[in-house]
């Protein structure tokens, strides 16, 4: 019924920059928050930054000043604009969407599928 598509994963260099999508296709009526998660190896999954329906956005720490969430609500779509990446940001990127669906009564949490991020020194 529903399908999360990521694009835009890949290697850069250090200092370099990236810009991730998630699409939400299929029988969406409404979407409340848009997150981005990653997990590296070995490592939790972790919240990297959340926006709100009404566009307010939140980051982790490690990202704050380098890293923008932005979300296009006419297309169902989340963006992550990472700039000045460092090694560190190497991890999978998984977007996460609240959504109402259709032929269901309640919000629930959906998950992309994943993108790789690779982040070389």
């Known amino acids: 019924q529903v399908q999360l598509v990521e694009s835009g994963g890949g290697l850069v260099q250090a200092g370099g920059s990236l810009r991730l999508s998630c699409a939400a296709s299929g029988s969406v009526i409404s979407i409340s928050a848009m997150s981005w998660h990653r997990q590296a190896p070995g490592k939790q999954r972790e919240l990297v930054a959340i926006?709100?329906?009404?566009?307010?956005?939140t980051y982790a720490d490690s990202v704050k000043g380098r890293f923008t969430i932005a979300r296009d609500n006419a297309k169902n779509t989340v963006y992550l604009q990472m700039n000045s990446l460092k090694p560190e940001d190497t991890a999978v990127y998984y977007c996460?969407?609240?959504?109402?669906?259709?032929?269901?009564?309640?919000?629930?949490?959906?998950w992309g599928q994943g993108t790789q991020v690779t982040v070389s020194s």
């Open positions: 926006i709100s329906s009404g566009g307010s956005s």
């Open positions: 996460k969407l609240r959504m109402l669906v259709r032929g269901t009564s309640s919000f629930m949490e959906y």
